[in-house]
């Protein structure tokens, strides 16, 4: 993100907090220049302006604790706030206005975008045919260093911050393997995509590790497998047909198929997934959001089947709610709700 003059910079000299303000373009920026690409991966609702929380939500998706994403939105809307507002402006003075976000942009950095937002192809060149000696397109940790002094303008001592702050945030997210920060991973700095990525990637080892924490070590195939293993009990215990030849699996066969290791088509079913019936457990039971159910819904839905059989399958029951409690534990988002898209993949 960018840092206005007044927060990390002298008067009006561009100022860029870079990694930390992501790029999917919004649709509000409309033809945007590379500086509002760069910045817009925080306006999550898309309306051009990013707000405090948006700001604090962009670094927690980013792997930042509490603490540090709550700092870093009051410097960062607190600067550009004020340097970004448009006269005719109705949002808090903490929001930041992506259209002027070129107004905010620092010294004593590599000049890769220019007073207007564009990018300058030419100085981003630069940094890697000045600064990469140990391979041609990356940077080590010792070079990085190196080019920020060599960047520094006399004096701006905010600019030095504000540009080792934005840098090494960035050399932290996206060093490779062997300790490089490669070029191509900078461009997706400057147009804002690398923010998207690092955002998915974080979400995907945050439920990782949720799974596994419940297995007690990393087999997520383990934890993946409970509710699936249920299942498969339940169906034994129902007698199904053997599916014969080549007949294609249904989606209760790929459901349990995790525990055919031999593959020799023990566990066979007749069964086929009814995508209505599966919506329906959303329409009629999802009321805090369309898509997810929480703990009581869960329960609520749970009551509702046992309620309406007409055969009083207590076994049925008690497996219908091993399994689905089962999965929730495994598979709740941090807001404690179980996707419909999650589900779906479990039951696939």
Known sequence: MVVSGDGCGHGSRPVRLVVLLKGSPAAAVGAATELQKHVAFFDS?????????????????????????????????GALGTKTRPENATASRFSIYIENIHKGVHGSDTGAFDSEGRFV?????????????????????AELDEMLRANREPKDYKG???ASTEWETTFKLGKDKDGFLRKDTVR?????????????????????????????????AAVAAVPLLLLSTACFWSQPAAVGGDAPATELQKHVAFFDSDHDGIITFGETFVSEKFNEIFTRHAKTVPDG?????????????????????????????????????????????????LRRELLQ
């Open 188 to 220: 997706t700095v400057y147009d804002g995509s690398f923010f998207s990525k690092v955002a998915s990637k974080k979400k995907a080892e945050a439920r990782r590790r949720r799974l596994s924490s419940l297995a007690g070590d990393n087999d997520m």
């Open 45 to 77: 609702n898309h309306d051009g302006i990013i707000s405090f929380s948006e700001t604090y939500e962009g670094f927690r998706a980013l792997g930042f604790g509490v603490v540090t994403s709550r700092f870093s939105a009051t410097v960062i809307n």
């Open 121 to 141: 192809n030419e100085k981003f060149d630069e940094i890697f045919t000045k600064h990469a000696k140990t391979v041609p397109d990356g940077l080590t940790a």
């Open 293 to 341: 159910l929480t703990s009581d819904e869960l329960d609520e839905m749970l009551h509702a089947y046992a309620d309406h059989t007409e055969h009083k399958d207590s076994s049925g029951w008690l497996q219908a709610a091993t399994e689905w409690r089962a999965t929730f534990e495994a598979a709740k988002d941090k807001d404690d709700i179980l996707q419909s898209r």
């Open 160 to 162: 030095w911050v504000g």
